[in-house]
Nanobody, 127 residues
Framework: QVQLVESGGGSVQAGGSLRLSCVASAYTYSRPYMGWFRQAPGKEREGVAT?????????YYADSVKGRFTISRDNAKNTLYLQMNSLKPDDTAMYYC???????????????????WGQGTQVTVSS
């Protein structure tokens, strides 16, 4: 069964923090690549952070979030996290959890490289 359920979004002032969670079914959590994407109104969906479980876990971050966001996994809970610190108004978007069984490279960062998606959780950052 394919299932990804995000939570943790909300409204926060600039400089604040949020932690997003994504609970996955066992099948989906076992996919080799998982990631967080975001989509703001009128913009394309963009990769924020990804993590690979092939060999030693490897992570990728978009330049816009490096040093502020951290992606992690809790294998005991089948849960993917995104810790977001020093939030900015530009971080306002719908955030999606995704998993991939079709990516052909170590750091899949484009939405077309992912074939399983959650319903999204809204993050709003005010100035």
């Amino acid at each position: 069964q394919v299932q990804l359920v995000e939570s943790g979004g909300g409204s926060v002032q600039a400089g604040g923090s949020l932690r997003l969670s994504c609970v996955a079914s066992a099948y989906t959590y076992s996919r080799p690549y998982m990631g967080w994407f975001r989509q703001a109104p009128g913009k394309e969906r963009e990769g924020v952070a990804t993590i690979s479980t092939i060999g030693v876990s490897s992570t990728y971050y978009a330049d816009s979030v490096k040093g502020r966001f951290t992606i992690s996994r809790d294998n005991a809970k089948n849960t993917l996290y995104l810790q977001m610190n020093s939030l900015k108004p530009d971080d306002t978007a719908m955030y999606y959890c995704a998993a991939s069984s079709i990516a052909g490279r170590l750091y899949p960062v484009y939405s077309y490289e992912y074939n399983y998606w959650g319903q999204g959780t809204q993050v709003t950052v005010s100035s």
